[in-house]
């Protein structure tokens, strides 16, 4: 388990958890704990859950005891309450502004695979919580806003482009000069396995087409937001520096044609991409 996800103690969960984050509607049973990984050692008069999936970013502490996070917490109830609860007790949250969709949104992308339990009481909640396409154009929009803070050009919004067999397709953010897209992955959590496959030709049509294709989820854009800036600027400003040292020349085209072939850049004016080694990329000067 990575150091990031160690979790030191067993945090409470559950019914236990929505107790102490005092949730309504939500029934006392034993204690309720959840253990971190696949062992589960066995304590009396204790309820015991174990997750693989258990974050130190999913727990929290009240009055000094470890519990999961409410997100986390409206997450397992799912698995241990009706629906009706789950609604209740989710909607109340996010009337009260205990939580966010966006939390909850992070949390089912990042624990709430489709067939464990509970998930799809909090997927139905949050989906009625939102108007149509809701989802997608808010992760868009933060997306954005994160780009912009890069220091990088802007990007081009909705570029649309062609790929093999004459499909297109929009881009979300793009520098077309570089081949660089930068995309919000915003189904992950609530897609369907067509769905699924359908995104992954289209991931596949874009790469194949020479793109750097990055997507970017709820989790990352918004709890990981310091780690995609550094990546997209380091991506974004290595392309950059290849670019600017693209270096016109002068030779014959006849030339070009019998050393490099036909292609871009071959004429009396060609091009070449000299890296600050010194080396050079595509059509050697010499």
């Known amino acids: 388990m990575p150091p990031s996800w160690r979790v030191a103690r067993p945090p409470a969960s559950h019914r236990s958890a929505a107790r102490l984050h005092q949730l309504r509607g939500v029934p006392l049973g034993r204690p309720e704990i959840t253990v971190p990984g696949t062992r589960l050692p066995r304590h009396r008069g204790i309820t015991q859950h174990r997750s693989n999936l258990?974050?130190?970013?999913?727990?929290?502490?009240?009055?000094?005891?470890?519990?999961?996070?409410?997100?986390?917490t409206l997450l397992d109830l799912g698995a241990v309450v009706p629906f009706e609860v789950v609604e209740l007790a989710a909607q109340d949250a996010?009337?009260?502004q205990r939580t966010s969709t966006t939390e909850l949104i992070c949390t089912l992308e990042r624990v709430g695979r489709r067939g464990r339990r509970g998930t799809a009481a909090l997927r139905a909640v949050v989906a009625a919580s939102l108007p149509a396409n809701g989802v997608d154009t808010r992760l868009e929009l933060a997306l954005l806003r994160l780009v912009e803070s890069c220091p990088v050009p802007p990007p081009v919004l909705q570029h649309e482009i062609v790929v093999a067999g004459g499909g297109r397709y929009r881009l979300d953010e793009a520098w077309?000069?570089?081949?660089?897209?930068v995309e919000a992955d915003g189904r992950r959590w609530h897609s369907t396995r067509r769905?699924?496959?359908r995104d992954l030709a289209r991931v596949r049509a874009i790469t194949a087409a020479g793109w750097s294709h990055y997507r970017y989820s709820w989790a990352d854009?918004?709890?990981?937001?310091?780690?995609?800036r550094a990546e997209l600027t380091a991506v974004i400003t290595a392309s950059l520096a290849v670019d600017l040292c693209r270096v016109p020349y002068r030779g014959g085209a006849q030339r070009d044609k019998e050393r490099w072939g036909e292609g871009e850049g071959v004429g009396p004016e060609g091009w070449g991409?000299?890296?600050?080694?010194?080396?050079?990329?595509?059509?050697?000067?010499?």
């Open 273 to 286: 991409v000299r890296c600050c080694s010194g080396s050079w990329l595509g059509r050697d000067p010499r």
């Open 221 to 228: 854009v918004h709890q990981h937001a310091p780690r995609v």
């Open 195 to 197: 769905d699924f496959e």
């Open 94 to 96: 996010l009337i009260e």
């Open 176 to 181: 077309p000069d570089l081949r660089i897209a």
């Open 54 to 72: 258990l974050e130190a970013l999913d727990v929290t502490s009240i009055d000094g005891i470890p519990v999961t996070t409410l997100a986390r």
